[in-house]
């Protein structure tokens, strides 16, 4: 009989997990540390992308910071990072409360709305840009008057546009997010709710929005930050036209290091947005007070 005992399975050592976690921690040196260190080190030089580096001290942070575009830049990437945030997270927030009930057809729903999500942002960008030719686009094609204004040629509907266009992109990841975060809360709460006489609406605005406290506070965190580095769908519709009205701080950095050749000073308004992207992060974070973690243990 004792033979046939079965026996516990023996826990790892504990010497052993930090080294479990050494392939992540080479990939992010890698990828992340080393990038982010050379482009720290370039912004204190002069280069032209494929000739010599020279040093050259703070040449380059003396033209990004004096340069008058900058602020305009910041202007509206901060503008763009608020709006979208504002467009997206209540949207996200409805659908994916919708899309975590029960019925079967959600999880269809949930599938098609996933798609966006899926596609090259240049390539949606080259369809909204067809779509909305004044000439030869939807409007012209229905003869609808309104849609065949001049969308991507005049400042705020351009702006608007790129608004639309992003939130229609990524709105479906959020709401993923939110997906999960709803169906975590307990159920017990919503029938405590129903015994109580609360409709769906009071339920919503008592039980759902503040449970979701800290899944609003990591979507709002990858919205923020993720906003700082739109550059390709803004690239392909409008270029940071017309009138720089949608030239965000990576565009800007894209146009002085790869069409002015000018590696500095991109390599300067790269650490910015670094910086830019930590402060914001570290400052939702604080108004999240604790971490998730607390609420989920609190929840259970």
């Given at each position: 009989?004792?033979?046939?005992t079965?026996?516990?399975?023996?826990?790892?050592?504990?010497?052993?997990?930090?080294w479990?976690?050494?392939?992540?921690?080479?990939?992010?040196?890698?990828?992340?540390?080393?990038?982010?260190?050379?482009?720290?080190?370039?912004?204190?030089?002069?280069?032209?992308?494929?000739?010599?580096?020279?040093?050259?001290?703070?040449?380059?942070?003396?033209?990004?910071?004096?340069?008058?575009?900058?602020p305009?830049?910041?202007?509206?990437?901060?503008?763009?990072?608020?709006v979208?945030?504002?467009?997206?997270?209540?949207?996200?927030?409805?659908?994916?409360?919708?899309?975590?009930?029960?019925?079967?057809?959600?999880?269809?729903?949930?599938?098609?709305?996933f798609?966006?999500?899926?596609l090259?942002?240049?390539?949606i960008?080259?369809?909204y840009?067809?779509l909305?030719?004044?000439?030869?686009?939807?409007?012209?094609?229905?003869?609808?008057?309104?849609?065949?204004q001049?969308?991507?040629g005049?400042?705020w509907?351009?702006?608007?546009?790129?608004?639309?266009?992003?939130?229609?992109?990524?709105?479906?990841?959020?709401?993923?997010?939110?997906?999960?975060?709803?169906?975590q809360?307990?159920?017990?709460l919503?029938?405590?709710a129903?015994?109580?006489?609360?409709?769906?609406i009071r339920?919503?605005?008592?039980?759902?929005?503040p449970?979701?406290?800290?899944?609003?506070?990591?979507?709002?965190?990858?919205?923020?930050v993720?906003?700082?580095?739109?550059f390709?769908?803004?690239?392909?519709?409008?270029?940071?036209?017309?009138?720089?009205?949608?030239?965000v701080?990576?565009?800007?950095?894209?146009?002085?290091?790869?069409?002015?050749?000018?590696?500095?000073?991109?390599?300067?308004i790269?650490?910015?947005?670094v910086?830019?992207?930590l402060?914001?992060?570290?400052?939702?974070?604080?108004?999240?007070?604790?971490?998730?973690?607390?609420?989920?243990?609190?929840?259970?």
């Amino acid at each position: 009989m004792s033979a046939l005992t079965s026996h516990p399975p023996r826990r790892a050592p504990r010497s052993i997990l930090p080294w479990l976690a050494m392939p992540a921690l080479v990939v992010f040196v890698g990828f992340a540390v080393i990038p982010l260190v050379g482009v720290f080190v370039l912004s204190f030089t002069t280069w032209d992308g494929y000739g010599s580096i020279h040093a050259s001290g703070l040449t380059s942070w003396r033209e990004v910071l004096t340069d008058p575009g900058l602020p305009h830049a910041l202007w509206v990437t901060f503008l763009v990072m608020a709006v979208s945030w504002v467009v997206q997270t209540p949207a996200s927030i409805l659908l994916g409360t919708f899309l975590a009930g029960r019925q079967r057809y959600r999880a269809v729903l949930g599938v098609v709305y996933f798609v966006p999500l899926l596609l090259s942002s240049a390539a949606i960008a080259i369809a909204y840009e067809a779509l909305l030719d004044p000439n030869f686009g939807l409007g012209a094609g229905l003869d609808v008057g309104f849609l065949s204004q001049d969308w991507l040629g005049r400042p705020w509907l351009a702006f608007g546009v790129v608004i639309f266009v992003v939130s229609w992109q990524f709105v479906p990841f959020h709401s993923l997010i939110y997906q999960g975060g709803v169906q975590q809360i307990p159920k017990s709460l919503y029938e405590a709710a129903q015994l109580d006489g609360a409709g769906r609406i009071r339920q919503f605005f008592s039980i759902t929005l503040p449970q979701l406290k800290y899944t609003i506070i990591t979507s709002s965190t990858l919205m923020v930050v993720g906003s700082l580095t739109f550059f390709d769908l803004i690239f392909v519709l409008t270029e940071g036209g017309p009138a720089d009205a949608t030239r965000v701080l990576a565009l800007d950095m894209y146009k002085r290091g790869f069409q002015a050749n000018l590696m500095g000073p991109a390599s300067a308004i790269a650490v910015i947005l670094v910086l830019v992207g930590l402060a914001l992060a570290l400052l939702l974070r604080r108004i999240g007070g604790r971490d998730a973690g607390d609420s989920q243990l609190e929840g259970a």
